[in-house]
């Protein structure tokens, strides 16, 4: 609130509730007050008619006024003139008539200010109408009774009741003047400021004897040109005498009344006597010479003289009333007093707010903007008219006071419409009256967007699973990014980035829906060959510019059970069966020989058991179901075959399992350096026949002998052809780094009645785990009876990279 130094120091002032300071700014170098801009224009003139230029007048460009949005406002909030932007031309807008705009007050000035913006001015000017003689008098009656007793004096002077002429200064009225006549002549009187009144003079002593009656016709002139006139009859009615004229208690009577006051109050009462007795001492009360103003607002009761209100007053449209009364007693004798009526203001008006001009639309992040500029009024007085404007705390917008009771609204700083795209401000506007009253103006404010958010991605990095050989085309997932700007700035565009692998064909993996961030795999993957790969999607606004982010996006391959176990020892190679050795003296828990297979999967996809499917005589060999090792179940005994024949299955725990069989011959003999020549059926044909057949047996023993040496001279040169092949590239290439060395070695530390050297070879260029072949080197057997060491079947595995 404003104190009461600040009110009487400067009159209206407007402060906000947030101690808004109250100076007037004037804003831009505003020529307020300078005096600046007085024009004048005839009343009545045509619509469109010339006032001046303001181009000219204001020193401005020809475009100038265009681009700073130049507006003229009327104090009484209407426009009279018409500003053409273009030309600078200040038109009027409509016929002005002096009398409504006025009334009787001279000269008739409307006050306007003139705006532009860029920066913001205000330019205070004014219009004075010209008064045209466009009314003629008017008396209030066309005819006035005059009652004159007969023995009046020579040079008595009547005041006659004036004629009322809306037009002023020279065109109003100047002169009265009467009829011939022998009697009377008129007489102007002055003495009231502004204001001429006509006052007959007796001439000639009047005989009621000789004529009881006078008609004489009173014509009122004003000064214009050609002048106008009214008339009015004065009729003289000649009376016998009455020796006492009445007598008003006071010659002026002083009266408050509050311009709120029912209709039907009696304002005030006079009060005149006569000391005459009879008709002569009755008094009738009239109003004397009351404009059509008076008669309509107040009446009088001929009897009483009291005065009463006939419609309620208006402080703002007449402050003050001056009533003149008249006391006629039965002779028609007179007196005359006046009656000052002085209306007091209410609080009975609210205080008004004009705006001259408004934005409802600001952008984002712009610095101090103004949205509105307006003008605040009360048309009570005193304390009544003082106000006191204000907007809601807690808003980024300041009310600042400028000259002639203009106020800005204005943002206090940079709006974010990401915390609030909207804001309903109520400008208020309260009087100090009692009760006091107050007028409320709503603004809404829209905050237009501006492309300052990047989208965001709901998660910095993503993880999609999907499991191989899928379908293409197959939606693995999606990825969503927010953008919390408004309109295009809002719409988000996805996009795959490059990948951190340049080596990766992303483009051909990969692909996604550029309007709602749909990830498709387009085509199937495997596994074996690429288990996880990563790359950056990106969101793109439709802003100007645009903005944007980015995100990781890791893709993780699940495994599934294709790959079936691949058996890597005992070969299966369509060669010659691979037979191992086993004493008839071994022990229950004998070693005879390890099943090696690998899966090309993962997890319990890989997972290998083993069993023994079929067998040439059952229950003398088991395999153990999880590392694949054969051996003897029993003790072996003369009557046991000595070939064996081991049909093995080796199946993983994939769903659905997959498996793969392998054959494992196995010769049992008295010791390894007997010497391994026939087979056990040739020999038994042999024994059967021995005693005919000693021919065939010869033949048989040769044949033996020449097998055997064959097979010795055989072993050798296989020996020495696989190390000699060790190097070449076309019969197997193992890429360097994949494998500590050419062979896998499994020491022949355990119960084995061998050491194995096994030749490992992955398919060239295949990019998978698939083995292209795989042999045995068996080197010379040096020693009977030793032990397989099985702990070291694990490093064996892991030394491929796979678990068995």
């Known amino acids: 609130m404003c104190s009461e130094e600040a009110m009487e120091a400067g009159g209206l002032r407007c402060p906000r509730q947030r101690q808004v300071l109250f100076i007037f700014l004037f804003w831009g170098g505003s020529f307020a007050g300078s005096g600046f801009g007085r024009y004048s224009v005839t009343e009545e003139t045509e619509r469109g008619s010339f006032v001046a230029n303001l181009v000219t007048d204001l020193g401005l460009g020809d475009r ?26 200040l038109l009027t807008n409509e016929k002005l008539d002096r009398e409504k705009l006025c009334g009787s007050t001279e000269p008739c000035v409307l006050y306007f200010q003139i705006l532009v913006d860029n920066p913001f001015q205000i330019y ?28 009046t004096a020579e ?45 007959l003079v007796l001439d000639k002593a009047l005989d009621r004897e000789k004529q009881q009656e006078l008609s004489l016709t009173l014509t009122a002139l004003d000064g214009g040109s050609p002048p106008r006139s009214g008339t009015s009859t004065i009729r003289i009615v000649i009376l016998d005498v009455n020796d006492n004229a009445p007598q008003f208690s006071q010659a002026v009577y002083q009266t408050q ?50 005065i009463v209100l006939r419609v309620l007053l208006d402080y703002e449209l007449v402050k003050s009333y001056k009533i003149s009364i008249q006391a006629i007693d039965g002779g028609g004798l007179f007196a005359r007093c006046t009656v000052l009526v002085e209306v007091l203001d209410a609080n009975d008006n609210p ?37 006191i404007c204000y907007i809601q705390d807690n808003l980024p917008f300041l009310l600042r006071p400028s000259v002639e009771n203009f106020y800005i609204l204005m943002t206090e700083g940079a709006l974010d ?23 409320q103006h709503n603004i809404t404010v829209l905050v237009s967007d501006v492309n300052d958010n990047a989208p965001a991605f709901t998660q910095t990095s993503y993880t999609l699973f999907i499991r191989e050989n899928n379908s293409p085309a197959l939606h693995m997932g999606s990825v969503s990014a927010t953008d919390t700007d408004a309109g295009a700035n809002a719409q988000v565009t996805y996009s795959l980035l490059q990948p951190q692998d340049p080596s990766l064909p992303l483009h051909s993996l990969v692909s996604i829906n550029a309007d709602n961030g749909h990830l498709f795999a387009l085509r199937a993957l495997d596994f074996e060959a690429l288990q996880a790969f990563e790359f950056l999607v990106g969101a793109t606004d439709r802003g100007a510019p645009a903005l944007s982010s980015q995100a990781l996006v890791r893709v993780q391959v ?74 003897t179940a029993r003790l072996l005994s003369e009557r046991d075959a000595a070939k064996h024949r081991l049909l093995l299955l080796v199946k993983d725990n994939g769903e659905p399992p997959l498996s793969a069989s392998v054959t494992l011959h196995v010769l049992l003999v008295d010791g390894f350096s007997q010497a391994y020549l026939p087979l056990p059926e040739a020999a038994a044909g042999a024994a059967a026949q021995s005693d005919p057949l000693t021919v065939y047996l010869v033949i048989a023993l040769a044949s033996v002998s020449s097998l055997f040496l064959f097979s010795v001279l055989a072993f050798i040169a296989v020996r020495l052809c696989r190390r000699g092949r060790a190097g070449l590239v076309g019969g197997c290439s193992v890429p360097e780094g994949h494998f500590p060395g050419h062979l896998v070695d499994v020491s022949g530390t355990g ?16 990019g998978t785990s698939e083995f292209k072949f795989l042999k045995p080197i068996l080197p010379n057997i040096q020693e009977q009876g030793f032990e397989r060491n099985s702990e070291e079947t694990p490093a064996f595995r892991n030394s491929f990279g796979f678990n068995f």
């Not at 003689?133 to 005819?143: G, L």
């Not at 008709?279 to 009088?300: H, K, L, M, N, P």
């Open 351 to 387: 205080p008004e707010l004009i705006m001259s001009s408004l934005s409802n639309h600001v952008p984002e992040n712009s610095p101090e903007t103004i949205l509105a500029v307006f003008r605040i009024k009360d048309r009570d007085s005193g304390e009544n008219g003082k106000m």
């Open 751 to 766: 119960t084995l009645s061998q050491s194995y050297q096994y030749e490992v070879c992955l398919k060239g260029g295949s």
């Open 558 to 631: 699940l495994d599934a059970n294709d790959n079936a176990p691949f058996v890597l020892y005992p070969l299966q190679n369509g060669s010659a069966p691979c037979t191992e050795l086993v004493p008839r003296a071994a022990e229950p828990g004998y070693l005879v020989s390890k099943v090696v297979a690998v899966d090309g999967d993962s997890g319990q996809n890989a997972w290998l058991s083993y069993q023994l499917l079929k067998a040439t005589e059952p229950g003398l060999f088991g395999v153990w179901a999880h590392n694949g090792e054969v051996r």
């Open 417 to 439: 419409r990401e915390s609030q795209a909207e804001y309903n401000i109520t400008i208020t506007v309260t009087d100090l009256g009692t009760p006091r009253l107050k007028t």
């Open 64 to 89: 100038e006024l265009v681009a700073r949005g130049a507006r003229v406002v009327f104090d009484d909030n209407k426009q009279h003139l018409l500003l053409d932007s273009h030309t600078g031309d």
């Open 257 to 306: 009344v509050l311009e709120n006051s029912p209709v039907g109050s009696i304002i005030a009462k006079v009060s005149a006597g006569d000391i005459d007795s009879g008709v002569y001492a009755d008094i009738s009360y009239s109003f004397f010479d009351a404009s059509e103003d008076i008669r309509t607002t107040f009446q009088i009761n001929p009897f009483s003289g009291e």
């Open 155 to 199: 040079g008595t002077t009547f005041r006659l009741e004036r004629a009322q002429d809306s037009d002023g200064g020279l065109n109003g009225i100047q002169n009265y003047t009467i009829n011939a006549n022998s009697f009377f002549h008129i007489k102007i009187n002055d003495s009231d400021a502004d204001m001429i009144y006509p006052e």
């Open 124 to 151: 205070q000017a004014e219009l004075t109408v010209s008064d045209i003689n466009d009314h003629s008098p008017v008396f209030q009656n066309k005819e006035t009774v005059l009652k004159i007793i007969e023995n």
